[in-house]
């Protein structure tokens, strides 16, 4: 492996084990929704100008510049893994085969699109591939049983350390969670990638449609598919 590429995959992985402590359930939206949209669209070009500064500075060789590239998305790349492959161990796989794939192929980067979506393109093809070897079986599922037999969610594990919070609120937060978890089993690869880049990511379809290679309306009948699979599993919770 060649000593620059060997530099950024321990870094990454520094980076990895920094927030095994810290993380987060995926609950929303990446971009805050009670900023105004004036507000959101400014701070997303100065992302953008600020994106194609590095990228230009990466592609002639500075890795520091990579490095604050990984800075900007890696929190957003390790929720995404995390929500997508259900477990910490394999959110990790993702999150650092990505970063480095990104960093190999760094200087076949266009501008054709933003480097969000085109981080947030190896992400999602890493994470059908795991799905589809897996198989999408049981037992790499989000929702696993304890010693008693009873399921629960992976990412509802997280303790909710805000004051004032409820236990049974709580346990009802982890039991709906569950079936969802399981519900969204039950979806092809590719129907719970797009529900969950919609709906837990916050994305717009046409984005959902860059990111898997298809087009918005395409994109726009999956989510329509998933939906529709959803409601009939849980629509004894009506």
């Known amino acids: 492996m060649p000593a620059d590429v060997l530099a950024v995959t321990l870094a ?8 095994k402590n810290r993380v987060e359930k995926v609950s929303g939206c990446i971009v805050s929704k009670n900023q105004d949209p004036t507000t959101r669209a400014m701070a997303g070009q ?4 600020d994106d194609t500064i590095l990228i230009r500075e990466a592609q002639s060789g500075n890795r520091a510049a990579f490095e604050e590239l990984v800075r900007h998305y890696d929190q957003a790349v390790l929720r995404l893994a995390l929500h997508l492959t259900g477990t910490e161990h394999d959110a990790q796989d993702v999150y ?10 760094i200087g076949s980067f266009r501008f054709e699109c933003s480097f969000y979506t085109w981080i947030y393109r190896i992400v999602t093809n890493l994470c059908l591939d795991h799905l589809r070897k897996k198989n999408v079986r049981k037992e790499d599922a989000p929702v696993v049983k304890d010693a008693s037999g009873g399921e629960y969610d992976l990412l509802d594990q997280v303790p909710d350390g805000r004051p004032g919070a409820n236990p049974e609120r709580d346990l009802m937060r982890r039991q709906l969670g569950a079936r969802i978890s399981g519900a969204l089993e039950k979806l092809t690869p590719r129907e719970r990638m797009v529900f969950e880049l919609k709906h837990y990511h916050g994305l717009k379809l046409r984005t959902v449609g ?25 629509a004894d919770m009506r």
């Not at 990454?12 to 927030?19: E, F, L, M, P």
């Not at 650092?96 to 192929?105: E, I, M, P, T």
């Open 12 to 19: 990454v992985g520094a980076r990895i084990h920094s927030k």
């Open 46 to 49: 100065e992302r953008r100008i």
């Open 96 to 105: 650092q085969d990505a970063f480095l794939k990104a960093y190999k192929n």
């Open 210 to 234: 860059e990111i898997l290679h298809t087009t918005e309306e395409t994109a726009k009948n999956t989510l329509f598919r998933a939906t529709q699979k959803l409601r009939g599993q849980l």
